[in-house]
């Protein structure tokens, strides 16, 4: 079976099909759902997959219909939500830098947004919403000056890269101090912040990110054809008519917010951003940035991770970040000595 197809639609448009790629798509969504559904039925109150259908539906009792829709479906669906927004993220990341460690996570954006956060907890014991809005600033300002440092006359892979790096540092020590500089309960407060957590998220944290995302994955997607154009150079991409540094700061912009909005409604949580891109373009085997299928692996692997930290490890479970970590930084050496195999780094 061919992997890509022409599809003509009634009006005359002729539209590539990427037959592979869209049969990944459409399992990665089942895998997803299955995952939420489990893992809305996971807890100290077991609830069947069947009931949790039901009760999705509104044919579930009343204790089901409130440890469902009020306890355990807001977190799935900030699961999704985050997983989702730090896959397609990195896809962005990774396309614009053409480099597989372009993710946030290399690049310094996840702590520009801890550093926000730290900034609310430490100097001015913020409530959660202040502690939300203080990462979203802070990851924010951060794209904004590895932006500008990376600028001279466009921005570059490698020159992104190795400003992300260098801001990196600078933040994590920064974010060092602030925790030298707090007392024990906002310190505690804050550790468990940078761990990357889905506990006790509600429907508050599920409305502005849904909003978010309603707004920026459809502009994102209608502008992958230019990111798909850049990947052959700039000069290739001008000719072919892409206004290369315009799409460029859309995308980076796009990506930003993605990432810090993911960040201030669960905290840093490290990795998905790196490898869900990278796992999606193996799945696909196809060119070019992946995005769809980069976000609907960020939202499995996530959902999935969640999944683990409070099932795989008996009584005691774990912060959603902490298995993300465990996997991430094993896929991330893997990747580093796949690179070096190939002669790339």
């Given amino acids: 079976m061919k992997s890509n197809r022409a599809v003509r639609t009634?009006?005359?448009?002729?539209?590539?099909?990427?037959?592979?790629?869209?049969?990944?798509?459409v399992l990665l969504v089942l895998a997803a759902l299955t995952a939420s559904v489990v893992l809305i039925g996971t807890g100290d109150f077991p609830i069947s997959a069947a009931d949790v259908l039901r009760t999705l539906v509104g044919e579930g009792n009343t204790g089901q219909e409130f440890i469902v829709n009020e306890l355990r479906l807001p977190r799935v669906l900030v699961g999704l939500l985050v997983g989702a927004s730090l896959g397609l993220g990195g896809a962005l990341f990774q396309a614009i830098s053409r480099n597989p460690l372009g993710s946030p996570d290399v690049l310094g954006l996840g702590q520009g947004a801890t550093a926000g956060a730290l900034t609310m907890i430490v100097?001015?014991?913020?409530?959660?919403?202040?502690?939300t809005a203080g990462a979203l600033v802070g990851g924010l300002v951060t794209g904004f000056a590895i932006y500008l440092l990376a600028w001279k006359r466009g921005v570059h892979g490698y020159r992104l890269v190795l400003v992300g790096i260098g801001v990196s540092a600078i933040v994590t020590a920064v974010n060092g101090y602030l925790l030298t500089k707090s007392d024990i309960v906002d310190a505690a407060q804050a550790v468990v912040w940078m761990t990357g957590s889905l506990d006790g998220r509600d429907w508050d944290q599920v409305w502005p990110l849904l909003a978010l995302c309603a707004v920026l994955v459809p502009l994102v997607l209608a502008n992958s054809r230019g990111l798909r154009m850049m990947e052959m150079g700039d000069d290739v991409s001008y000719a072919l008519?892409?206004?290369?540094?315009?799409?460029?700061?859309?995308?980076?912009?796009s990506a930003v917010l993605l990432t810090a909005s993911a960040t201030a409604a669960a905290g840093p949580v490290s990795f998905v951003a790196l490898t869900a891109p990278q796992l999606a373009r193996r799945l696909t085997r196809s060119p070019?940035?992946?995005?769809?299928?980069?976000?609907?692996?960020g939202a499995a692997l996530l959902v999935t991770a969640d999944w683990i930290s409070q099932r795989a490890f008996g009584a005691d479970q774990l912060p959603v970040g902490v298995v993300t970590g465990v996997l991430g930084g094993a896929y991330l050496l893997w990747l580093l000595v796949s690179e070096r195999r190939a002669g790339r780094i």
């Fill in 10 to 25: 009634p009006g005359g448009l002729s539209v590539r099909l990427d037959v592979r790629a869209l049969t990944v798509v």
């Fill in 123 to 131: 100097l001015f014991s913020g409530s959660a919403e202040q502690i």
């Fill in 288 to 297: 070019g940035p992946n995005l769809l299928p980069s976000l609907c692996m």
């Fill in 241 to 253: 008519g892409v206004r290369v540094e315009r799409v460029r700061m859309l995308l980076m912009v």
